[in-house]
């Protein structure tokens, strides 16, 4: 995503791969949510969780 500026940005989620007792492997992702800003307030009852950029490498380590 980019800010009004032109920046990117980044939301939190979460992914898995899986085996469905059926034998195929399922892929699934969510984006994770939080209440609205006051922004956001009139259009939602929640919204994307927005990274800080200075959390993005530590949400995305695995180790």
Do not use: Y
Request: glycine share 6%; hydrophobic share 45%; aromatic share 8%.
């Amino acid at each position: 995503m980019l800010t009004v500026d032109g920046r990117p940005f980044a939301f939190a989620g979460l992914w898995d791969t899986w085996l469905a007792p059926t034998g195929q492997i399922i892929n699934s992702c969510v984006i994770i949510t939080t209440t609205p800003t006051k922004l956001m307030e009139p259009i939602h009852n929640r919204m994307p969780v927005i990274l800080p950029k200075d959390m993005e490498s530590l949400w995305l380590d695995m180790g």
